[in-house]
């Protein structure tokens, strides 16, 4: 379900050159994705990443990995998505842009 929004933020900037610059933005998701599939490959074991006792090596790198994932996925999915959608209706609203999917 979130990639067809994915999917539907893209076609913008892919079909409207002046808004090329959110091509990049709109792909910055795949950040976040890459954190979550390093979480789940560096802990296969599936341990959760704030227990203590665990190795040191182990331990550190999941919860470091744990850190920039929950970062990446507050910034990118609740602070720069909403500022795309902003970005969107009002360039949808403004006289001189005429967007049609």
Not at 37 to 64: D, E, M, Y
Not at 70 to 97: K, L, N, Q
């Amino acid at each position: 379900q979130h990639h067809i929004a994915t999917l539907l933020y893209i076609t913008i900037p892919y079909n409207y050159p002046h808004v090329q610059w959110a091509m990049g933005v709109c792909m910055s998701v795949e950040i976040n994705t890459w954190f979550l599939i390093a979480r789940r490959v560096f802990n296969r074991q599936g341990f959760p990443p704030w227990t203590i006792g665990r190795p040191t090596g182990l331990s550190v790198r999941v919860k470091l990995i744990s850190i920039c994932f929950y970062i990446s996925w507050i910034g990118i999915r609740c602070c720069i998505f909403p500022f795309i959608m902003v970005e969107y209706v009002r360039m949808y609203r403004a006289e001189d842009t005429i967007l049609v999917l």
